[in-house]
């Protein structure tokens, strides 16, 4: 109970809440075979090297990877990006270089790159967004006629939810002769996803919005690409052989793992990919179509002074759904509706440049996951009443 309420959890893409298969195979790891991995020869670090593994195996076989040597476990997204942009990008990347993003990225997925090409002496560009918050697809098709060496957008927005058209941006960006990065951590939650199928070069994803714990994340990359990038951290775990000048690096993808790894996590995120998978990630995607669908007709009707931000399309749209109630603040709106038990969250989902482009200070946004319901919109619409009587709106 929260506030002497029953907890409507509408923050799911800030982070989700954790299933107790989850919970357990953590805890039985912990309880039973906690040991490190890679190192011990007794039966419980055999064991807790084996369940590590197992896990990677797993993750691969969600988004499926070709080989599970590609999946490379980070703490989450922002290291997987970061990652690629120190180790692929520090190579890769030099004067004059051109990468291109897009206005509605989260800043994981900016900041990685201002600061690469800021020490490249590189260029950014960026494909822009309609008002509703579409790629625009024409101009991103002649800002690839400046032949960038990296096209790196999110699959799904954090934002607006907007579900990003990225088969096709592939094709695109590769025609053109450039890689490409997606950001995955507001898709492997909630809609099918095949790397192999999209054809992308690097997807980048947290563990803990796709019902794993904290800390778990992971970047999928072609093996020929992570086999010629150079190590992002260095230490134990990621070597063959050290001396004291020099050193022979392990092989992908413990080249990319230095030092002990977050080894229940991992096993957590192992965990919630299977989980996903025996839901099924078309129905978790119907499911989700459902409930966007939903709000998208009840939130107006109930609460008709509410603005609501993104495409109004619910097939081009994922489980997130941001709005404003006009003259209150977004954080005033959250913080009375946390009175009811609902949480949602208000500020700019640290995504300033999408906010400014969109000319709004701050949103409050509902994101939704598996867990989620109609009775918890129902719950938001009457909330929001009670938001409007507060502040005599
Ligand atoms: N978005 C949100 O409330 P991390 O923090 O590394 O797990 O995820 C970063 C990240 C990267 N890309 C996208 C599209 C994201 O949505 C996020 C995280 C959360 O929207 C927390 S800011």
Same mark, same amino acid.
């Given at each position: 109970?929260?506030?002497?309420?029953?907890?409507?959890?509408?923050?799911?893409?800030? $982070?989700?809440?954790?299933? $107790?298969?989850?919970?357990?195979?953590?805890?039985?790891?912990?309880?039973?075979?906690?040991?490190?991995?890679?190192?011990?020869?007794?039966?419980?670090?055999?064991?807790?090297?084996?369940?590590? /593994?197992?896990?990677?195996?797993?993750?691969?076989?969600?988004?499926?990877?070709?080989?599970?040597?590609?999946?490379?476990?980070?703490?989450?997204?922002? /290291?997987? !990006?970061?990652?690629?942009?120190?180790?692929?990008?520090?190579?890769?990347? $030099?004067?004059?270089?051109?990468?291109? =993003?897009?206005?509605?990225?989260?800043?994981?997925?900016?900041?990685?790159?201002?600061?690469?090409?800021?020490?490249?002496?590189?260029?950014? /560009?960026f494909i822009p967004i309609t008002d509703d918050g579409i790629l625009r697809l024409d101009v991103f098709e002649v800002l690839l006629r400046l032949k960038p060496k990296l096209v790196a957008f999110t699959h799904v927005s954090n934002t607006l939810g907007t579900i990003n058209p990225v088969r096709e941006m592939v094709e695109m960006a590769h025609a053109a002769g450039a890689l490409v990065l997606i950001d995955g951590a507001q898709?492997?939650?909630?809609?099918?996803?095949?790397?192999?199928?999209?054809?992308?070069?690097?997807?980048?994803?947290?563990?803990?919005?796709?019902?794993?714990?904290?800390?778990?994340?992971?970047?999928?990359?072609?093996?020929?690409?992570?086999?010629?990038?150079?190590?992002?951290?260095?230490?134990?775990?990621?070597?063959?052989?050290?001396?004291?000048?020099?050193?022979?690096?392990?092989?992908?993808?413990?080249?990319?793992?230095?030092?002990?790894?977050?080894?229940? #996590?991992?096993?957590?995120?192992?965990?919630?990919?299977?989980?996903?998978?025996? =839901?099924?990630?078309?129905?978790?995607?119907?499911?989700?179509?459902?409930?966007?669908?939903?709000?998208?007709?009840?939130?107006?009707?109930?609460?008709?002074?509410?603005?609501?931000?993104?495409?109004?399309?619910?097939?081009?749209?994922?489980?997130? !759904?941001?709005?404003?109630?006009?003259?209150?603040?977004?954080?005033?709106?959250?913080?009375?509706? #946390?009175?009811?038990?609902?949480?949602?969250?208000?500020?700019?989902?640290?995504?300033?440049?999408?906010?400014?482009?969109?000319?709004?200070?701050?949103? @409050?946004? @509902?994101?939704?996951?598996?867990? $989620?319901?109609?009775?918890? !919109?129902?719950?938001?619409?009457?909330?929001?009443?009670?938001?409007?009587?507060?502040?005599?709106?």
């Amino acid at each position: 109970m929260i506030n002497g309420h029953k907890l409507v959890y509408l923050d799911s893409a800030s $982070s989700s809440q954790k299933p $107790s298969a989850v919970i357990d195979a953590m805890d039985a790891y912990y309880r039973e075979y906690n040991a490190n991995v890679h190192r011990g020869i007794y039966t419980i670090g055999e064991k807790a090297t084996a369940e590590y /593994e197992k896990a990677r195996a797993r993750v691969a076989r969600f988004i499926n990877a070709p080989d599970s040597h590609e999946i490379v476990f980070t703490r989450n997204a922002t /290291e997987a !990006i970061n990652l690629v942009s120190y180790s692929w990008g520090r190579r890769n990347i $030099s004067r004059g270089d051109v990468i291109v =993003l897009t206005e509605m990225e989260h800043h994981a997925n900016l900041v990685p790159w201002q600061i690469l090409v800021q020490e490249k002496d590189g260029d950014l /560009e960026f494909i822009p967004i309609t008002d509703d918050g579409i790629l625009r697809l024409d101009v991103f098709e002649v800002l690839l006629r400046l032949k960038p060496k990296l096209v790196a957008f999110t699959h799904v927005s954090n934002t607006l939810g907007t579900i990003n058209p990225v088969r096709e941006m592939v094709e695109m960006a590769h025609a053109a002769g450039a890689l490409v990065l997606i950001d995955g951590a507001q898709a492997v939650p909630h809609v099918p996803v095949d790397v192999q199928e999209l054809g992308c070069d690097f997807y980048a994803f947290s563990g803990h919005k796709m019902l794993a714990p904290m800390g778990s994340g992971a970047l999928w990359a072609r093996r020929e690409l992570l086999e010629a990038m150079p190590p992002f951290l260095a230490g134990g775990e990621m070597i063959r052989e050290v001396h004291l000048r020099r050193s022979e690096f392990n092989e992908i993808p413990w080249k990319f793992e230095a030092g002990t790894p977050a080894v229940g #996590d991992a096993i957590g995120l192992g965990v919630a990919a299977e989980y996903l998978q025996a =839901l099924g990630m078309d129905a978790v995607r119907e499911h989700e179509r459902d409930l966007v669908a939903y709000a998208l007709e009840v939130l107006p009707r109930e609460v008709p002074a509410i603005e609501l931000y993104g495409p109004l399309d619910p097939d081009l749209r994922g489980g997130v !759904i941001p709005f404003n109630l006009p003259g209150i603040h977004p954080h005033d709106v959250a913080q009375v509706l #946390d009175r009811f038990g609902i949480a949602v969250r208000a500020g700019h989902h640290c995504t300033m440049p999408l906010h400014e482009r969109l000319d709004l200070a701050a949103t @409050a946004r @509902a994101s939704f996951n598996v867990y $989620s319901t109609r009775e918890d !919109i129902d719950a938001l619409a009457g909330g929001l009443m009670e938001v409007q009587k507060v502040f005599n709106v």
